[in-house]
Structure formats: structure tokens, C-alpha cells
């Protein structure tokens, strides 16, 4: 089974800093991919960043990057440059099989 | 693209009557859709798995006689939480998984329905 752990319920950041929010996963699969997903007041879940397995290279997305270190099961979201629209919960997920497996969320809170 | 759209997106309902909620992918055909409950201040835990003209299968814990899902066609999934309780007032949100060549099960979410039972 699946575990995905996040142990910062909240953070919070200076606008246009930088900010590392954490995950951990335990999985026993060799092919699995882990997501980001960022959950504004109003309740839509928005996807961020995907990163494989097997992908060698840290996966980006604009001002999105996660720090993935596969020895430790770890992969930590850095958002650069923060806004004030950055302001949400956010979710890791990890994925090998058709099921999402969400971690217990960080809440971000950006202020100026 | 990619758009899932759920209605309605909220509903008040007096305890022991049923409510759907319906899930649709509005620009893509969906072979899978998934539904999530999420209480608040919690994450979102998987209810269950909804394939195109077969059965749902449903997490462990969750009573498939009380939430009924069907999946019709390849772009409308629905939820009817069946004599719904104060109990099961909650963020109901789902999600659709696209036909297409994807390397990763790329999921794409409704804007949930806020489901409050008096």
C-alpha cells in the first residue's frame, strides 16, 4: 500500500520568496509517479507538477519544481517567487495503478 | 481542454432524502472517473473507481448500497448518496482520467459539490 506523509500542516512565506513544502512517500512499487496539486478556498483541485519513477531529471513547471530524491522517498515542491494568488492548500499524491493516494495537505499562506 | 464539470455545485437536503451529483467530462471521453469525499480541513479520500458500462468498485469502508454510482457513457459519471444523513455532509469531488497516450494516470478534477444534510 501507498502512503504519502506531509508534515507541515502549515507555512507560511514572504511574497516573492521562495518556499519548499515537503513529501514523504512509502511504496514498495518500481513504477509509480507522484503529483502536486494545489486546492484554492474554492475547492477545485489544480493540477501543478507530475514526476515519473523513473524520470532521471527533477520535474518543472513554470515557477514549480520538485526536489525528487528517490533514495530518501521524498518529493518536496519549491515554488519560487511566491504570489499572493499562491495562498492554498496543497496536496502531494502519489500513483501507481489507476488510484491517486492524497497526503494530509499543507496549507500555504503567502503574505506581502 | 480537459474540462470536468460537476453539478450542482452545492445542495441542501432535508435527512433521508437521496441527492446525484452528476460528473461530466465536457471536451473528452473518459474511460475511468473516480469519486473523492473530503470533510473539512481534511484530504481527499477515495470513494471509488467508476469504469464506463461496468460496475464501480468502492474503497474499503464505503457502503456502495448508500452511494450509488453509474457510469453511463463515456463522459457523465453520477453519485447518489442514497437517504443521506447529517453524517454524510461533506465536499464531494470527482475526477476523470482521459483516453489518451499518457506515460502517467493523469487525472483531471471537477470543481467539486458541497453536499450539507440538515
Known amino acids: 500500500a501507498q502512503k504519502i506523509t506531509q508534515t507541515q500542516p502549515g507555512m507560511f512565506v514572504q511574497e516573492k520568496e521562495a518556499v519548499t513544502l515537503d513529501c514523504t512517500y512509502d511504496t514498495s512499487d518500481q513504477s509509480y509517479g507522484l503529483f502536486w496539486y494545489k486546492q484554492p478556498s474554492s475547492g477545485e483541485m489544480i493540477f501543478l507538477i507530475y514526476q515519473g519513477s523513473y524520470d532521471e531529471q527533477n520535474a518543472t513547471e513554470g515557477r514549480y519544481s520538485l526536489n525528487f530524491q528517490k533514495a530518501r522517498k521524498s518529493a518536496n515542491l519549491v515554488i519560487s517567487a511566491s504570489q499572493l494568488g499562491d495562498s492554498a492548500m496543497y496536496f502531494c499524491?502519489?500513483?501507481?495503478?489507476?488510484?491517486?493516494?492524497f497526503g494530509t495537505g499543507t496549507r500555504l499562506q503567502v503574505f506581502p | 481542454g480537459a474540462v470536468v464539470s460537476q453539478h450542482p455545485s452545492w445542495v441542501i437536503c432535508k435527512s433521508g432524502t437521496s441527492v446525484k451529483i452528476e460528473c461530466r467530462s465536457l471536451d473528452f471521453q473518459a474511460t475511468t472517473m473516480f469519486w473523492y469525499r473530503q470533510f473539512p480541513k481534511q484530504s481527499l479520500m477515495l470513494m471509488a473507481t467508476s469504469n464506463e458500462g461496468s460496475k464501480a468498485t468502492y474503497e474499503q469502508g464505503v457502503e456502495k448500497d448508500k452511494f450509488l454510482i453509474n457510469h453511463a457513457s463515456l463522459t457523465l459519471s453520477t453519485l447518489t448518496v442514497t437517504s443521506a444523513h447529517p453524517e454524510d455532509s461533506s465536499f464531494y469531488i470527482c475526477s476523470a482520467r482521459a483516453i489518451r497516450e499518457r506515460s502517467y494516470n493523469e487525472q483531471f478534477f471537477g470543481p467539486g459539490t458541497r453536499l450539507t444534510v440538515l
Open positions: 499524491a502519489s500513483s501507481n495503478t489507476d488510484k491517486l493516494i
